[in-house]
């Protein structure tokens, strides 16, 4: 099945990524670009490319760390391969102050309340440690509008391992089929459609589809339009 605005689909609940999903990655750095000037964009990249890898990395190893500590070692990486001095750590600390402030993206607080009006249940399913999400949240003023957040920190192993995507369904007493899926990274799309989650991919830059073995069923530039997507599940 297709989703569209034309077949709204019944669901019990819609997950979210967070990071790239819901809150915007490249926000931090963006935040100092008088201090980094051009540089803060590659620095964005670069920095989020090796945050992912080594969470993929720490699975394959079966040598989990929390996320904070991988976005952490993720930008000393970044920061030396660009050769962007920081002597005395002033950088590093006021990048990852500004990575538990993330701005969300503007179309969700109101995207979220509209599936609040109809009766759609909302949560979080992320890589990121309870204590980062939890203060992303706050930030955005996104509290009253989630039901949960659920970090990968429970089972000590990164997405698209399987077993994150059944702590959705086993903390919201829902089926797979139950769940519509939204993330902005196509690999966490195709990890989710894989373990039989509806999903969408919130394609925010416009990239080609990964080619794996499982992929979305529709696919937004922004979630803008998700509130017409979906209907509550009888």
């Known amino acids: 099945m297709t989703i569209s605005a034309a077949a709204p689909v019944p669901v019990g609940a819609c997950v979210f990524d967070a990071y790239g999903t819901l809150f915007d990655v490249a926000a931090a750095a963006r935040h100092l670009q008088d201090h980094l000037g051009d540089r803060w964009q590659p620095l964005a990249a670069l920095w989020r490319q090796k945050q992912l890898e080594y969470t993929w990395l720490r699975s394959l190893m079966g040598r989990y760390a929390d ?3 991988v976005t952490g070692e993720a930008l000393r990486f970044a920061l030396e391969s660009l050769a962007i001095a920081d002597p005395d750590d002033r950088l590093y600390s006021a990048l990852m102050d500004l990575y538990l402030r993330l701005d969300c993206y503007p179309e969700v607080p109101a995207v ?3 599936l609040a009006d109809k009766g759609i249940r909302r949560a979080v399913l992320t890589n990121g440690s309870p204590a980062m999400v939890q203060a992303a949240v706050r930030h ?3 509290e009253d ?3 949960v957040a659920l970090s ?3 089972l000590a192993v990164y997405k698209p391992d399987p077993r994150v995507y059944r702590l959705a369904c086993d903390r919201l007493d ?4 139950r769940i519509l899926f939204l993330s902005s990274n196509g690999w966490d799309v195709a990890g989710a459609a894989a373990f039989g989650f509806r999903a969408i991919w919130v394609n925010r830059t416009g990239q080609p589809r990964d080619r794996l073995p499982a992929g979305p069923e529709a696919e937004l530039t922004t979630l803008a339009p998700l509130a017409d997507l979906v209907t509550p599940a009888s």
């Not at 829902?174 to 089929?177: H, I, M, R, W």
Request: charged content about 30%.
């Open 67 to 69: 996320f904070w500590q």
């Open 112 to 114: 979220l309340r509209a």
């Open 140 to 142: 955005a003023r996104l």
């Open 145 to 147: 509008l989630l039901e």
């Open 152 to 154: 990968v920190d429970e």
């Open 174 to 177: 829902l089926e797979p089929a």
